[in-house]
């Protein structure tokens, strides 16, 4: 069963500023899946990495298979990026349909 | 941009009921998920389901939980006899492919309260 953990658990910063949100997990899988739930509940789907780098405005996802590590980059921080962030894997399975195993999610608040 | 709409958005119900939890995923998604988020706690997985079966399912969907796609485009969570403890926000969630295939889709989410 793959534990999944995130740092910090919650983080207030200035706007403006460069955002890490870090996220480890024990067992090896097929992709790594950074979400964003803002306090309505509703769940979106930032990235899904399985390898290197990828970038979305101004948010950059990193992954490092070998030391199973994920970091959730956020430049030039909004007020409206205050959410939660939660990292999630999923494992090898042949049918495909795996499930995801969540991290408990970074509280974000960016101040004006 | 297409959604995954879940009905209702709330629901109270009191405790050994059975609640029917509503999905619409995306039309042209083949992989169903359902996952719950007690409230502080994480989301957990429940169940995926793809081409009319279960795929994989967690320790939490026992007996007491069932899927079902009755028709081309409706995915339902059927809870029997809730307790308390079934108290929760569930989503549902849908994807183009499984595994490292593509993205999840998910609904806004239907708070349950068992009273």
């Known amino acids: 069963k793959n534990e999944v953990e995130q740092s910090p658990q919650n983080l207030t910063a200035q706007e403006g500023e460069f955002i890490t949100i870090n996220c480890s997990y024990s067992v090896g899988i097929s992709a790594l899946h950074w979400l964003q739930q803002h306090p309505g509940g509703g769940i979106v789907s930032l990235f899904m990495?399985?390898?290197g780098k990828k970038k979305h405005g101004r948010l950059i996802a990193t992954i490092n298979i070998q030391e199973k590590h994920s970091s959730l980059h956020i430049t030039a921080s909004h007020p409206r990026d205050s959410a939660v962030y939660i990292c999630?894997?999923?494992?090898?399975?042949?049918?495909?349909?795996?499930?995801?195993?969540f991290g408990k999610g970074t509280h974000l608040i960016i101040q004006p | 941009e297409p959604e995954v709409t879940q009905t209702p958005s709330h629901q109270v119900t009191q405790m050994g009921q059975e609640v029917i939890l509503r999905c619409v995923p995306i039309s042209n998604h083949l992989y169903f998920y359902w996952y719950r988020q007690i409230l502080g706690q994480k989301v957990e997985f429940l169940v995926s389901?793809?081409?009319?079966?279960?795929?994989?399912k967690s320790e939490i969907f026992d007996d007491q939980f069932s899927v079902e796609r009755p028709d081309g485009s409706n995915f339902t969570l059927k809870i029997r006899s809730t307790k308390l403890e079934d108290s929760a926000m569930y989503f549902c969630a849908s994807s183009v492919s499984g595994g490292m295939g593509s993205p999840l889709h998910f609904g806004n989410g239907t708070r349950l309260t068992v009273t």
């Open positions: 990495l399985s390898s």
């Open positions: 999630a894997v999923s494992g090898y399975s042949g049918g495909g349909a795996d499930g995801l195993t």
């Open positions: 389901f793809y081409n009319n079966e279960i795929s994989e």
